[in-house]
C-alpha cells in the first residue's frame, strides 16, 4: 500500500489545496474543457504565461488562458468562436479585473 493522501472518497488529497469549484457554464473553453466542466481552484493573485485561470472581468466570473504583454494582458477561450479579451494595466475604474486563482484540475 502506498503512503498517498486520500480523502474519505477515495480521492487524492490536493496538492496544493484547492479553494474553489467553479462550474463552466459556456463553451468558452471548448474543446479541451466543454460546457458543464468543474475546474478546481487554487486562490493566487499572479498568473504565468500559459496558465489557465479564473478571472472576474467586470463582474463577471470566466475560465480563460493567461497572457500577460508589456502593456496588457490578453484572457484567451480555447473556443475560437469566442473573442479573446484584451486589457490595458491603466483600465479605467469602470473596467473591474481581478485574479480568482488558477485552474489545477477538471473533473
Known sequence: MDDTNHSAQGFPLSDPPIDYIYLLRDNSMSPILPQGTVVFVKSQKEMENGELGIFEVNGE????????????????????????QLLQFCESPRARFRIIGKVYHSS
Do not use: K
Open 61 to 84: 466570473m470566466i475560465c480563460r488562458r493567461f497572457r500577460r504583454l508589456e502593456s496588457h494582458l490578453l484572457l484567451e477561450p480555447f473556443n475560437e468562436a469566442y473573442q479573446v
